[in-house]
Structure formats: C-alpha cells, structure tokens
C-alpha cells in the first residue's frame, strides 16, 4: 500500500488488538471518516459549487492512496456520508454528482459527534 490512507490503514490493521484493549478502536476508525470528510469539504469549497463530479472526489481517494477506489465506490462512501450526517445532500446518479445542501452542506462536527 502506497499513500497516506493506505498507511493509516495499514497502521490500523497491524495494531488492532492494541488499539481495542486500549479501547481507541472506534475512535480510530471514526478520525478516518472525519478526515475523508474534511478533505471532501476541502473539495467542496474549491470547487465554489453545489453540484459536485463524483470523479472530483475519486481523484481525491487516489490521491490518498487508494488507488482502487473507483466511481462505484466512490458514490457508495459519499451515500454513507450522507446518510450518517457527515454531509447533506444527494447522489444524482444520472449526472455522476452530488448535489449539497446550499444551506451547511458541511455540518459542523460537534452536531454529530
């Protein structure tokens, strides 16, 4: 694994066992998600658009490493997200973008934390 998710991952995987008799587990895997999010919000605010391309947020996943991530997979991350809170929207299939919420589209973290 290449990339900074990739050894993050990879840190997590090797670790495990220490991390859940530590009990920082979970929170571990939550900094994760906060930080896919942030990066996508970082996307967000460069684009300066409320309609995003699906392949702008792809592009950003390879950049981190995960190299595998492909257009599927990157709808099915940004519809978890969406789905949990991180960010408010939808996924318009038909156009390949995710259309956010013109009123904080990015809740702050402590709404959901």
Not at 38 to 48: A, D, M, P, V
Not at 55 to 72: H, I, K, P, T, Y
Not at 94 to 100: A, E, F, P, T, Y
Request: net charge neutral; proline share 1%; glycine share 6%.
């Amino acid at each position: 694994s290449s990339g900074i998710n990739a050894e993050y991952g990879d840190t997590i995987e090797k670790n495990a066992a220490f991390f859940i008799r530590a009990g920082i587990y979970l929170i571990l895997e939550k900094l994760k998600v906060i930080t896919l999010r942030n990066l996508f919000k970082k996307i967000y605010l460069i684009t300066g658009t409320f309609q995003i391309d699906v392949a702008r947020f792809q592009v950003a996943l390879n950049w981190l490493g995960l190299e595998d991530v492909d257009s599927d997979e990157t709808e099915c991350i940004l519809a978890n997200m969406i789905n949990d809170g991180y960010i408010k929207g939808y996924i318009s299939e038909q156009h390949k973008k995710i259309v956010v919420s013109k009123v904080t589209a990015f809740p702050k973290l402590s709404s959901f934390l």
